[in-house]
């Protein structure tokens, strides 16, 4: 285990700061509540319940998100296969950005690696969790059509096939993500 | 078990190569490798001369094999790769698939350490085309060559590489020519100021690797020498000592005692060495005698 | 000669990444499974059965191939999870397969005649006599070339090929030949041959002090990085060494391939497919890299003689890059 620094904060990431907008504030704000934090959670295992085997593999790793222009941290710990919160302590894995850097990790619209090489996300400690964590993060999918996967037939293959249609010739997934990125474009 | 004396991997004059040769006929080496195998580029000897030093070699009793170039690129390449698979007198060690491709069909050779030889499919593919000796990669481990060794096909010899700067990576371009700030076509041939490769350090002074060419070798020599009972054991038929400027006689002249007989307890060593590969571990490692 | 389109062959570590390749202009996608068959084994990357058979579903009802790469090199303890991977490959009916070990090749078309080979990087085959070999002796139909050959050198390997020929056109630089480096299992014991991965990332260590980000590789200092210093991947092969007295990147710098400046001459001397290398990265930047080869590809086609390389397009690429920055590689001669 390594003992990090409480806070750990560099320059960089205080000029960092003096860009951000208000919806990353707000964003991570909201997130760092506890009742938000237990909320999130929540709906994160139960996305991530097919990924157990990875997360038994990282059983019992700390790891502390800094966000380091609001000065805040949250500490998670992975216990039984599953994110929980945890308190003060070591931690084997130190991840710190800034608030929208980590806000557009989490949504998925930008590279980590890309971010890692403009020295603008640090990832310090037991590497190959963080990579295991990105690695489950990007391999999440969003399927549209699982909530109506289940339906009887012979309704149920139409309806899919239906909805299926529509994202596609709409390009719904796409303009999601191209929302979402000029939305949160600093 | 038998000594061999692999390539020259670095560039030397002809004076040092022939001078070197001169002195290896007299070495209790059984099979000696020549030819150039890391850089097209370094013509020191014509092919003429390198059959010379064959001959010799011959008449002194030793098996003379000649060693391929590991990367091809140019065409150039390719006519003096062919020139060497057609020669009528010595065994060829393949160490590029364009050398197995035209050595296939047409009689016995050995398949050299930059072969991807990892397994016994590949090994027993390769013996269906005529290979009748090989070295496995540096970086498979005694168990691995082990099992390899059960289901070796019957004339397979196999050959360990066991003193020597491990060959561990070739690139198109020129680290030697890149230290001295030149491009790789202004090289001026600079490695042979380089007999031994040029030392590379991390930030720490920890030597890390060895510049050769368009070559990287180890840092620190590989030193099988305390485990040739193991490699007695295995089935392993040849030991391969790398040829270093200096000292390389003294190196065969210490495996030759140790495989006489004269090597029971482990050698003491005073310089640094590595053998992790060996033992299954990163390579820069060094292991003491397992069983002591 | 020929002068059809190439294929644009972009990666995929999972099915977000898989979808963002078709849906933003891939030919064809390659993956790999989740284990060291391939050349990506990295913890929590790559496919398993359920996700292939979605991932095929997807990209064959859009048009598009996937290729599923088995090109690390199987030893005596492990060979059936190699060849059980061959087999799953041909149950699902992949598209390709891309393998590098000689004997799985042997396994491959002994075993399915009808399923389509592809020499990966990791056969270390870098002249048309090899490429012979694998056609051969194992139907080989396209092989992708390391990245050591200067443009003469891949335009003469073209014209004499038995196959046809795959160069990677964008993403990080291999600077050793492909197949042929044990840089990675000297320092760590793994290397991309043996357990498909390079520099893995349980030996990696990432600490900020005082004198900037120090990266070490199972203890070894690989290089340190000033405060806003752009960095790269921690890889034996692109740290800073010193030989006399200062450190510099003695093998090579932070860097990646881009070969969007001699996209005409790739398709006038017939390439038949263009790589984007990194499955282990993001699905935002799989997106970003195939919008930008395929709107430079199809710009190429429409008019070849006056294609230009848009500003845009090299902005987007470099940001993506390591060291944010690219080269031509070893298909530029002063590189060399």
């Known amino acids: 285990m390594l003992g990090f620094p409480q806070k750990h904060m560099t320059k960089t990431f205080m000029e960092h700061g003096r860009t951000l907008t208000r919806p990353f504030i707000a964003a991570t704000t909201i997130f760092m509540d506890p009742v938000f934090t237990a909320i999130f959670m929540g709906l994160a295992n139960r996305v991530l319940a097919r990924y157990q085997a990875d997360f038994l593999q990282m059983e019992g790793r700390r790891i502390v998100v800094e966000v380091s222009d609001l000065g805040k941290s949250l500490r998670l710990v992975i216990r039984r296969g599953k994110i929980a919160p945890t308190r003060a302590g070591p931690v084997d894995l130190r991840i710190a950005g800034n608030a929208k850097d980590l806000c557009r990790l989490a949504l998925r619209l930008e590279d980590p690696d890309t971010l890692f090489f403009a020295r603008r996300l640090v990832l310090e400690g037991e590497t190959s969790v963080g990579l295991q964590l990105k690695n489950i993060l990007d391999s999440v999918d969003l399927d549209w059509l699982a909530p109506v996967g289940y339906l009887p037939a012979p309704l149920g293959p139409r309806i899919r096939q239906a909805i299926d249609h529509a994202i596609r010739n709409t390009h719904a997934d796409r303009r999601l993500h191209d929302l979402l990125d000029r939305a949160l474009q600093p | 078990m038998k000594i061999s004396l692999g390539p020259i991997h670095y560039y030397w004059s002809k004076e040092n190569i022939e001078q070197f040769y001169r002195r290896a006929e007299h070495w209790p080496v059984d099979i000696v490798y020549l030819g150039e195998t890391v850089c097209a580029k370094r013509r020191a000897l014509r092919s003429a001369d390198w059959l010379d030093i064959a001959a010799r070699l011959t008449d002194a009793g030793k098996e003379v094999v000649l060693s391929t170039l590991a990367l091809l690129e140019a065409n150039s390449d390719l006519l003096q790769l062919e020139r060497i698979c057609a020669n009528a007198h010595y065994l060829v060690e393949a160490n590029d698939m364009s050398a197995v491709h035209l050595l296939a069909g047409r009689g016995p050779f050995v398949i050299g350490p930059h072969i991807n030889c990892y397994n016994a499919e590949t090994l027993s593919l390769l013996a269906d085309l005529g290979a009748r000796r090989w070295v496995p990669p540096v970086e498979l481990s005694a168990t691995t060559i082990a099992m390899v060794q059960n289901t070796r096909p019957e004339t397979m010899e196999t050959e360990a590489f066991a003193y020597g700067y491990l060959p561990l990576s070739f690139s198109a371009r020129c680290f030697t020519a890149r230290a001295d700030n030149v491009g790789k076509d202004a090289c001026e041939l600079r490695c042979i100021n380089d007999p031994e490769g040029r030392a590379l350090f991390t930030q720490e002074h920890e030597r890390l690797f060895t510049i050769n060419g368009i070559q990287l070798q180890s840092g620190i020599p590989c030193n099988l020498l305390n485990e040739t009972v193991a490699m007695s054991e295995m089935g392993i038929d040849i030991v391969r000592i790398s040829p270093q400027l200096a000292a390389t006689e003294f190196v065969i002249r210490a495996f030759h005692a140790a495989l006489n007989g004269d090597g029971g307890s482990p050698v003491e060593y005073d310089s640094p060495a590595c053998n992790g590969y060996w033992y299954g571990k990163p390579g820069m490692q060094f292991s003491p005698v397992q069983g002591d | ?336």
């Open chain 3, 1 to 336: 000669m020929n002068h059809r389109k190439p294929e644009l062959v972009c990666p995929a570590g999972g099915l977000p990444a898989l979808k963002a390749a078709v849906d933003n202009g891939a030919d064809a996608i390659y993956i790999g499974f989740r284990d060291d068959t391939n050349a990506r084994n990295f913890p929590g990357l790559n496919f398993g059965p359920e996700e292939t058979a979605r991932g095929m579903e997807y990209a064959h009802r859009a048009g598009k191939k996937v290729l599923l790469a088995i090109n690390t090199y199987p030893q005596a303890h492990n060979w059936a999870v190699w060849t059980s991977a061959v087999d799953r490959a041909a149950e699902l009916g992949i598209d390709a397969v891309i393998m590098a070990d000689p004997g799985l090749l042997r396994y491959a078309a002994t075993h399915y005649p009808d399923l389509r080979l592809h020499l990966s990087v990791q056969a270390s085959a870098t002249t048309y006599k090899a490429l012979e070999f694998y056609h051969q002796r194992f139907g080989i139909q396209r092989a992708v070339l390391p990245r050591v050959l200067s443009l003469q050198q891949l335009w003469h390997t073209i014209a004499n090929s038995p196959v046809e020929i795959e160069v990677f056109g964008y993403g990080s630089l291999c600077v050793m030949v492909e197949g042929r480096c044990a840089l990675s299992s000297y320092i760590t014991g793994r290397s991309p041959n043996a357990s498909g991965v390079c520099s893995p990332a349980e030996s990696v260590r990432w600490e900020e002090t005082a004198l900037g980000r120090e990266s070490r590789l199972n203890g070894v200092l690989i290089d340190r990085h000033g405060l806003n210093e752009a960095a790269g991947y921690p890889t034996l092969c692109k740290g800073r060494y010193y030989t006399d007295a200062q450190a510099y990147y003695a093998i090579e710098e932070p860097t990646s391939l881009n070969i969007l400046d001699v996209l005409p001459d790739l398709f006038h001397h017939g390439i038949a497919a263009i790589k984007v290398e990194g499955r282990q990265r993001s699905p935002a930047y799989v997106a970003s890299v195939a919008r930008v080869l395929r709107e430079a590809i199809d710009t190429c086609a429409a008019d070849p003689a006056r294609y230009l390389v848009r500003n845009q397009w090299t902005a987007v690429l470099d940001r993506l890059s390591e060291g944010q920055t690219h080269t031509l590689g070893a298909y530029h001669r002063p590189w060399h």
